[in-house]
């Protein structure tokens, strides 16, 4: 059984878009051991094991892979 907690659909088109537009994203989600914040550029979606995710490339350039439902916040720059 998956602890994963599927987003609403438009907010995924909303994702969706982003990537298409090359838009930013200012975003906070917390992953296994802390709570980040960053502007980032949205590059995909994927799905993996039960889990949807929005792989990203952050301030510094380095590449995340945030699992949808662990985004706290999100604002489309």
């Known amino acids: 059984m998956s602890d994963y907690t599927p987003v609403d659909c438009?907010?995924?088109?909303?994702?969706?878009?982003?990537?298409?537009?090359?838009?930013?994203?200012?975003l906070s989600w917390h992953g296994e051991?802390?709570?980040?914040?960053?502007?980032?550029?949205?590059?995909?979606?994927?799905?993996?094991?039960?889990?949807?995710y929005l792989r990203v490339r952050d301030s510094r350039d380095l590449g995340h892979s945030i699992r949808l439902d662990r985004i706290m916040a999100c604002e489309f720059l």
Do not use: C, K, N, W
Request: hydrophobic share 40%; no cysteine.
């Open 10 to 26: 438009g907010l995924h088109s909303a994702y969706e878009l982003a990537i298409m537009q090359r838009r930013r994203l200012a």
């Open 33 to 52: 051991q802390a709570e980040y914040r960053d502007t980032v550029t949205p590059v995909d979606l994927f799905t993996r094991d039960v889990g949807e």
